[in-house]
């Protein structure tokens, strides 16, 4: 068999093509299968290890909650003793404070016999005592205190007195502020402690504090708690424990695990770390220290970090494994709970369904083999008839194209419906030839109606602008022919009183009377003054209206129905006279032409109906603007400049602006935002047709809402084909 008709025949493309398809989509298949189980496995083992580290986070903070409480009631404990032992001490305050005032005692006695009841009141084995200090701000002075006598009288501004916890102020003074804000009131503090050497050492302190106003005391006493921090540091560490246990418990992966640490880079649980030094832990890929970018991660909001780590026993010391560890941070215990995982192990699952897979993939790929080549011998050459047809519709007329029907049951109803899809396609051929011939006249249609609109909305105004004139030059030929009425009378009886004097000889004595009496009635000086100005205004309507014809004249143009070099300017100006009417009214109009500006190739009759549009939007734009927010004039300003091969027309107007979503829609058939009877939406439609499909040029818009809007046309000056 020739070699190259093997290869290039349909059977054989057939029998490559589908053993191909079923190989390519193995592959694919086998790949996309791997990838989608990783990301899968990898997701359910990452959310797996979240969740621990959450759960985790979540039975700290229970156990937690569990020893603030327990914490709590004793802190209670001792807060219901020295309030007890306040309430003592104010009894015996009271007691003698009555005294004084029944007069059994002088006040100075009084007060003594109180201090001396009170420092009776000892306890928790001598060490606990009650003072008194007055209410002295900033700084109280000290009444009484048991343990040194001395300080009785002094001004308590020692700096080691600076111990309240919180504020690290003066502890007597933030007692006053207490007693005197709420008549009564705890405060926590430092204070030195006698140990069993007879050393002191800083312990945390509870005081109540309570105001005898009437002598301006306050009493107080204190009682550590440092005994309740050491419960508590206990039952942290029965925490730890317990935590331990439990993350020893936890299998994530083959080889993952929990762990547990703190700011200070404390290693509290760990399987094989916790007696290492952590700042030897360093980060392969930051150099860092690991806990120290742990700690970074946790405030992020993914709070995993990816890191190469060794795997120990097989490899340890090779830091090339990638690992994965999820963290969270709980602050009150200053703990990071953490999980570890090696990715590897977790992509291996993955990895062995991807080999059942390929396995399978290649039975598939036998099968299919064999089948394509049993199908390709049927299909050969039924589908060689299809091919044949299918390229004389290709490179014949698609009117006299057939499809054969031949070959096996499938392929002659594929035959079937491809010459039903034939038909269809020249059924759709031929509508799409009348729909299109029948756009083109629509096109038309539309054109020659909004143009009739338009000559029809000018009619009135043009009409108007040559009224105007017409009127005043009437007026002015009426005036003209009453003054040549009174100049031939005038003129008349001059010459008789000429013709007189000629024939007499002489003048008469009333002569000159006379004549200024003729020329009195004849109103000879107001006839010198006005015939002048009658001519001039006369002359000045006639331009204007010769002017109007002339732009009517330039408008009108028809055109050959090709391109033509031509004058924008003198289009603008055509059509800026004949909206006159239309713009007065609303607004002032500013043309800036450039008079260097070529000679551009467009159609201008249809361009110049592009300005009409424009110039009148505009009008209409300001009419309505002018009309809600100021009483004076809008401005038009029309300018034209050459910018290297184009020549730019903007048309800016001072009316409101327009919205984002009425910009976008702006040159869409038959969008208008005016009332109903007062726009087509026509206008700036076919704006966009003739500048871009007619003229090969563009139309943008630039707007600002409240401000005004700017069209800007560019045109070719080039012929573009």
């Known amino acids: ?110 007060k003594q016999k109180a201090q001396d009841d009170i420092k009776q009141i000892c306890y928790s084995n001598g060490i606990d005592y009650i003072w008194i200090n007055d209410t002295g701000r900033p700084i109280p002075r000290m009444i009484m ?195 570890s995982v090696y990715t590897d192990e977790i992509e291996a699952p993955a990895k062995e369904i991807t080999h059942y897979i390929l396995l399978l993939s290649i039975i598939v790929l036998l099968f299919a083999f064999t089948l394509s080549l049993l199908l390709s011998r049927n299909l050969t050459h039924p589908l060689q008839l299809l091919t044949t047809a299918a390229q004389k519709i290709e490179y014949d007329s698609i009117a006299d194209a057939a499809i054969p029907v031949t070959g096996s049951i499938e392929t002659r109803r594929l035959g079937i419906i491809l010459n039903k899809m034939l038909e269809s396609i020249k059924a759709d051929i031929q509508t799409k030839e009348e729909l299109f011939k029948e756009k083109l006249s629509l096109e038309s249609r539309l054109h020659q109606a909004e143009k009739l609109e338009s000559v029809g909305r000018l009619a009135a105004g043009i009409a108007h602008e040559i009224n105007t004139p017409t009127q005043y030059v009437g007026t002015n030929i009426d005036f003209l022919n009453d003054a040549s009425t009174d100049i031939s009378e005038l003129l008349e009886q001059l010459s008789r009183l000429i013709t007189t004097a000629h024939n007499d000889k002489k003048l008469e004595d009333n002569f000159a009377s006379t004549a200024k009496e003729y020329f009195e009635t004849a109103d000879w000086e107001f006839l010198q003054e006005e015939i002048p100005k009658a001519l001039i205004q006369s002359q000045e309507g006639l331009r204007r209206i010769t002017k109007i014809v002339s732009a009517m004249k330039n408008f009108s143009h028809p055109g050959s129905g090709e391109l033509e070099p031509s004058d924008i300017n003198i289009g603008i100006q055509s059509t800026v006279t004949l909206t006159t009417n239309e713009w007065k009214y609303a607004a002032e109009m500013d043309m800036q032409l450039d008079t260097t500006l070529p000679l551009v190739p467009c159609y201008p009759d249809e361009l110049n109906q592009v300005f009409l ?102 045109l070719p000056i080039e012929r573009v084909s």
């Open 145 to 339: 205190y048991p343990p040194n006598p001395e300080l009785n009288g002094q001004l308590l501004n020692n700096p080691t007195f600076n111990s309240a916890l919180g504020t690290k102020n003066n502890f007597f003074a933030a007692a006053v502020d207490v007693a005197i804000q709420n008549g009564e009131g705890y405060v926590e503090y430092f204070w030195p402690k006698p140990n069993k050497d007879n050393q002191t050492t800083m312990q945390a302190k509870l005081a109540y504090v309570k105001l005898f106003q009437e002598w301006n005391w306050i009493v107080g006493t204190g009682i550590y708690v440092d005994d309740i921090e050491r419960g508590m540091q206990k039952q942290l560490n029965s925490i730890l424990a317990t935590l331990k246990e439990t993350f020893s418990k936890i299998s994530i992966g083959e080889s993952g695990y929990m762990y547990l640490f703190n700011s200070a880079n404390d290693i509290l649980i760990h399987p094989s770390l916790e007696l290492v030094d952590s700042s030897k832990l360093l980060n392969p890929l930051t150099g860092n220290p690991i806990l120290n970018d742990l700690i970074a991660v946790a405030k992020s909001p993914t709070k995993s970090l990816e890191y190469i780590w060794d795997k120990p026993p097989t490899h340890k010391g090779e830091f090339r494994f990638w690992k994965k560890s999820h963290i969270t941070y709980f602050e009150p215990l200053d703990w990071y709970i953490a999980s």
């Open 1 to 110: 068999m020739n070699l190259k008709f093997m290869f290039t025949s349909l059977r054989s493309k057939i029998l490559v093509a589908l053993t191909g398809t079923v190989l390519v989509s193995m592959l694919l298949t086998t790949f996309f299968v791997k990838k989608e189980t990783e990301h899968q496995i990898s997701t359910l083992q990452n959310k797996n290890a979240q969740q621990l580290v959450e759960a985790i986070g979540l039975t700290v903070e229970s156990q937690y909650e569990t020893l603030l409480f327990h914490r709590q009631a004793l802190l209670d404990q001792k807060k219901e003793k020295l309030n007890t032992i306040i309430r003592l001490a104010m009894l015996n305050i009271e007691e003698s404070h009555k005294k004084f005032k029944e007069g059994l005692l002088t006040e100075e006695k009084a």
């Open 613 to 714: 549009n424009m110039i009148i939007n505009s009008a209409h734009a300001i009419a309505e603007h002018t009309q809600k927010n100021a009483e004076n004039k809008g401005l038009i300003t029309i300018q034209t400049i050459k910018d290297g091969n184009y020549a730019r027309i903007h048309i800016t107007d001072s009316g409101g602006g327009m919205p984002d979503e009425v910009v976008e829609r702006v040159f869409e058939p038959f969008y208008t935002t005016k009332e109903v009877g007062k726009g087509t939406g026509q206008g700036l439609a076919i704006a966009h047709d003739v500048i871009v499909n007619k003229h090969h040029g563009s139309i943008d818009v630039q707007t600002d809402l409240g401000r005004g809007t700017t069209f800007i046309i560019s």
